[in-house]
């Protein structure tokens, strides 16, 4: 089940990229739905952690993946709480099928966009949504709570 947070959260991982390139293991990409990730958001072909291919760069490592695309692995591949702000709309439909696996918890400051409906629960006041039209009213709520505890802050 996926699980949001809106705001930061402890326990998440703060810069996703560093953490991924810290606690990767190379056997993560023969797994075939790593090197799903890595083709439908960086268009890139995998034969190993350290071969790669990206049509516009050429011959890559998967340190040069993409902050979505890693993130993505460490939510298939870990238990951590995931930084979800720093991932584009394209990356919402596979976070959908990682979460349809297992539990996922997410951080947003964002309205990700999902593009259909999917339960989720919202860790901030227990609420649980079944339809993508309440989960963009709950994060409009959310966020806006968030903005203005921020702005009391400041």
Known sequence: MLKIHVGALEGQIRNPSNYFDGVFRTEWFEDPFVRR????IDDTEVSGAYQMYNPLWGPVNCKLLSTGAKNLILAYKTDEIIYATCMGDNCGSLLLEISGQKDLTIVLEHIL???????????NNN???????DYINEMIKLLDEYRRQYERQS
């Open 113 to 123: 966009k999902f593009g259909k409906d999917f339960k989720a629960l919202f860790l």
């Open 37 to 40: 990730i890595c083709k439908e």
């Open 127 to 133: 609420k649980t949504t079944t339809t993508y039209l």
